[in-house]
């Protein structure tokens, strides 16, 4: 895959307050670094134990000489709540804090008591005085194993917050007219700490053109034929295609600037089909599996939600429509009976083509059916062939999504299902999903609170790190598909 994701670093640095033992925190956080490395991977370990305000400066220098770009406070005692929260402040990268929990001692607590479960509400009181963002485990209290298991579930969260503060977000045209949902502002992109560059589709022609001819496209053509294998269907446009990818690759060289990571949001009709002679999906199918997301109809957050869901997953992700029901005669003949959903539960998500093959379970180039009743009528596929059609695999997915809504405030839904392994009879990239109470999901959370048709899906289950990254990121509005008995608060509950 293309590097477009970061490496996390960790690092722990134990505190301490004054009148505790110094030793005691010190001695927890060797133990805690031995279980991490013994169960999850390496861990940087600093030698300082902060005490003050002159010893968070060496610590801080310490983990920054060591390449640490994601930082574990660790209270294993009490712990100074100026010194600890000013190292959050400065090191400038994702914190999390976690405290040590009181040891078996014979049932004496006397100088092995550190009271870090006390420490805890004092860092949280700080962090919140020096507007300071940091990662609080649901219960940040533990013995050295289980704050180790703690430290794995920050790794992810890392993952996207560093990733996004070094993410540019590239997008082509401005969104068709009838899918104003996908345009939003892009103001809380640069809260987040994302750059976005705007180009015309005027801008992406011209470096099309630009690569007619070029020496690498017979060499991109015979990557996408060992890729298609016996689904390559419409070998004729595989050209265009080719010179498309080269186009869009060449662009991140040569626009990336400072930042190291980026993701596309590109226009993808209806006058693209007329200009380029092709439609993108494929090639945006191909970026996406190789780590680099591209959402279509010029979906900035569409590609934000994409670019999170592949740090978090360590994996590719798609963007489908929260597309059609599933008809009766489906449902009843493949569903009722054999799996515990209703029909309500189920839906299907679908795009033209944009599913990167190795998520569904065959594909073959085809053509946009949608554009071709618009515009080839009355003639065999030609400027509509590009697409990659196939039904999407089997098994666990997330679906979830980050929005700015029309006022710039962040919102977020979280679902968490399954691809049903049922065939769809049907066009384009497309599964049938079950989510339990998708119905009653579907109407208080994404019709209620004005969500797009559009939703990010990564493949097994990632809610818990997701609503981790999301709250980290300031988004107070996280909905979920709530369980029977739990009423949203727009639900009639008679």
């Known amino acids: 895959m293309f590097e477009n994701t970061p490496v996390v670093k960790l690092g722990i640095v134990a505190v301490s307050r004054d009148c505790f033992p110094k030793s005691l925190s010190a001695s927890r956080r060797a ?139 590239i997008s082509f045209g401005p969104r068709p007219q009838d899918f104003l949902a996908c345009n939003a502002p892009i103001k809380r992109l640069y809260d987040l700490g994302v750059e976005i560059e705007e180009n015309s589709e005027l801008d ?21 034929e060992r890729e298609l294998g016996d689904g390559n269907k419409m070998a004729g446009i595989l050209p265009k295609l080719a010179q498309y990818e080269l186009t869009l690759l060449d662009w991140i060289d040569a626009h990336k600037g400072e930042r190291k990571y980026v993701a596309f949001a590109n226009k993808c009709w209806p006058s693209f089909q007329t200009q380029f002679g092709f439609v993108p999906c494929y090639v945006n199918s191909r970026l996406t599996a190789k780590g680099i997301p591209v959402s279509c109809e010029v979906d900035i957050y569409g590609a934000l939600s994409e670019y999170i869901g592949t740090c978090v997953s360590d994996d590719v992700v798609t963007l489908l429509d929260i597309n059609n029901s599933v008809p009766g005669d489906i449902y009843r003949e493949e569903i009722e009976g054999k799996f515990g959903y209703t029909q309500h539960d189920t839906f299907m998500g679908f795009h033209c083509g944009n599913t990167a093959s190795c998520k569904l379970t065959s594909s073959k180039m085809s053509y946009q059916l949608i554009m071709h009743r618009t515009l080839e009528p009355d003639s065999e596929p030609d400027i509509s062939r590009g697409t990659l059609e196939g039904d999407i695999v089997p098994g666990a997915i997330t679906f979830y999504r980050l929005q700015s809504t029309a006022d710039a405030k962040l919102r977020a839904y979280i679902a968490h299902g399954e691809v049903l392994p049922v065939a769809t009879r049907s066009f384009g990239g497309i599964g049938i999903f079950a989510i339990p109470e998708m119905g009653r999901f579907y109407r208080h959370v994404l019709i209620e609170k004005n969500f797009p048709h559009h939703g990010a899906v990564a493949f097994g289950h990632f809610g818990k790190a997701l609503y981790n990254v999301f709250r980290y990121l300031g988004c107070e509005d996280i909905g979920f598909n709530q369980p029977k008995g739990m009423l949203y608060k727009t639900e009639n509950p008679f």
Not at 36 to 41: C, D, H, K, Q
Not at 204 to 224: C, G, T
């Open 204 to 224: 992406l022609f011209a470096a099309y053109n630009d690569h007619k001819d070029d020496p690498r496209i017979p060499e991109v053509i015979a990557d996408m």
């Open 31 to 169: 133990n805690v670094c031995k279980e991490y490395a013994a169960r999850y991977g390496e861990i940087y370990e600093c030698p300082v134990t902060v005490e003050n305000e002159l010893e968070m400066l060496e610590a801080l220098e310490d983990v920054n000489k060591a390449g640490v770009n994601a930082l574990v406070v660790y209270l294993g005692n009490f712990g100074p709540e100026s010194c600890e929260t000013l190292l959050a402040k400065k090191f400038g990268g994702p914190v999390m804090f976690a405290a040590a929990a009181e040891e078996d001692c014979g049932r004496a607590l006397v100088d092995a008591r550190g009271d870090a479960y006390c420490g805890m509400l004092n860092a949280s009181y700080n962090l919140a005085l020096r507007n300071i963002k940091a990662y609080i485990p649901e219960y940040p209290v533990g013995t050295p194993d289980e704050v180790a298991a703690m430290i794995a579930e920050f790794i992810p969260v890392a993952k996207a917050v560093i990733g996004l503060r070094d993410l540019k977000l």
